[in-house]
């Protein structure tokens, strides 16, 4: 079964810091990987994610990722955080030889101060 | 398009009532999901429904059923409410049980349980 872990429970930061929340998966096969963004009183939505190709992806409001798959690892980035970035993020995973349906990180709160 | 809606937003229980919650969706997709979220626990599945007239377990199925009354339509009850319930829930379609598909998240109901 594939798992993910999100290292990072809170951070937070000031307006233009740069931001990477770390990501790991634990799965032998190939995966899927997926960011979503839970923003304050709303639900969660798609951030970017990764099925195959150019490991670098890139992803709504100036967030991109990472797939380094040598390190299980799929960390999120973003150059220059804005207060309107404060949100909880959550990592997911899902492959076609495990489960289709993704397993979540547990996530990150991300607060930015102006 | 409404996406996905969820009903009630809040609401309080006590130990040993019952509740059903509902969700809807509009997007003429196959599969729908229910997960709870609680904190530093992140998003985990409770039930779903791959395709109109199928249910199955998730993670923690336990004190839960489910219906999938419709293909827009998958409701979520509590036979009898324990403290331990207390949660947020989300309902999420997608297109089919995919690795590859993107899940639309309805905006939650926040439940107590005393």
């Known amino acids: 079964a594939q798992s993910v872990s999100q290292h990072n429970h809170h951070v937070i930061l000031s307006e233009a810091a740069s931001l990477e929340l770390g990501c790991n998966y634990s799965?032998?096969?190939?995966?899927?990987l997926f960011w979503y963004v839970q923003y304050p009183g709303q639900h969660l939505q798609l951030l970017l994610k990764?099925?195959?190709?150019?490991?670098l992806v890139k992803g709504i409001k100036g967030f991109e990722a990472e797939f380094i798959k040598s390190k299980f690892s799929f960390n999120l980035r973003k150059p220059s955080v804005q207060w309107s970035d404060t949100a909880e993020y959550f990592c997911?995973?899902?492959?076609?030889?495990?489960?289709?349906?993704?397993?979540f990180g547990r996530g990150t709160s991300l607060i930015v101060h102006p | 398009n409404a996406g996905v809606t969820q009903t009630p937003k809040f609401q309080v229980l006590k130990t040993g009532q019952s509740m059903t919650l509902q969700c809807a969706q509009d997007?003429?997709?196959?599969?729908m999901y229910w997960y709870r979220q609680d904190p530093g626990m992140g998003l985990r599945l409770i039930y779903y429904?791959?395709?109109?007239?199928?249910?199955d377990k998730g993670e923690v199925p336990n004190g839960y059923n489910v219906s999938r009354l419709n293909k827009r339509e998958f409701s979520l009850r509590l036979e009898s409410a324990a403290p331990s319930q207390t949660s947020v829930y989300f309902c999420?379609?997608?297109?089919?049980?995919?690795?590859?598909?993107?899940?639309?998240f309805g905006p939650g109901t926040r439940l107590t349980v005393l």
């Open positions: 799965y032998g096969g190939t995966v899927n």
């Open positions: 997911a995973v899902s492959s076609s030889g495990g489960s289709y349906i993704p397993t």
């Open positions: 999420a379609s997608s297109l089919t049980v995919s690795p590859y598909n993107e899940q639309f």
């Open positions: 990764y099925f195959s190709g150019d490991p």
């Open positions: 997007m003429n997709h196959n599969s």
């Open positions: 429904s791959a395709s109109e007239g199928t249910t």
